[in-house]
């Protein structure tokens, strides 16, 4: 069966996922008799489309054109161009919307997300924003047509979180804590290691491509106060963004890390959702070192997910293009899997 995918969105990780599927495509194939076609891809300025798909000469050329520049790439491109007509000249199985988020409000996320259910595709996100703003409504107008929206890259990057609290139908969950943001752990890891400050540290995360769009949103605790508000509604708990209490990690000095280490601690950014205490929020903590989180390093994320009948803790990669694309192909796969 073939499966038609739109790519919306087209910096590091729909590049990423571009690669990795050519990489896997004869795989999958073989595996699941399932053939990925690349139909469209946008970014800000134009897009390239071919109802036939792309071929791999094409994916692999468009990886390597200048940012925001693929409507140029010739014969298959177009400046300027809608959904509108990608959708009429394509019409995708699969809308894998990859824009960056954006937390004003939430678009473009949240109007193509639904222009692409309201077209019958199935949507796979990355983006985050549109989830965090409407995700009752993404889900609602879903179900009523009976398609699929899946957002594991959205959690813990390059990690299968979202999987794991899909999977507690019944368990009754009291807590979630743990470290959701790769870059300002980095940061913090950096700051213990070479007892810099947080902009030195900051400017050598933004070097290796990490950061959101914007890294105030990491910075200012915006991303892991996202990713509890995605995390709580998978649990069929509502909760807003402005319900999350956040701290900066401004407010994490030289100092502080050096007050830490010599009582044997560390400071981490911590997100939590405490259900009990209807408490959710995002802070720099001093931890133990003897603390699980203490050990999570760089660009890991880890979770500890407190139920009634015990602990999980869970950890992974929370960033990185390759990782977070090869969720979103995850999820492409499961898409696909459920009859499209
Ligand atoms: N900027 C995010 C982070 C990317 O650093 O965790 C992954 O969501």
Redesign the pocket.
Known sequence: MNIKIFINGFGCVGRALAKIIVEKRDVIEKKYGLRIEVVAIKDSRGAVFSSEGLDINDLLKLIEYPRSSIGLYEPYGRMDIGLDEIYDQCSPDIHVELTPSNYDGGEPGISNVLYALKRGANVVLAN?AALVYKFREIMGIARKKGLVVKYKA?VM?GTPFIDILLSLKTIHVSKIYGI?????NYVLTYMHRHLVDLDEALGNAKSIG???KNPI??IEGI?AAA?LVIMSNTLGIPLGINDVMRTSLRNVSLKDIVDALRKGEVIKYIAQIDFEEQLAEVAPRRIESNNMLAGIDGLM?AVVIEHEYGNIFFSGK??GCRE?ASMVLEDILSASMRGV
């Open positions: 985050k959205t990057g959701l943001n790769a870059t300002t990490i950061a959101e949103y990491d991303d990713k994320n929370g960033g977070t």
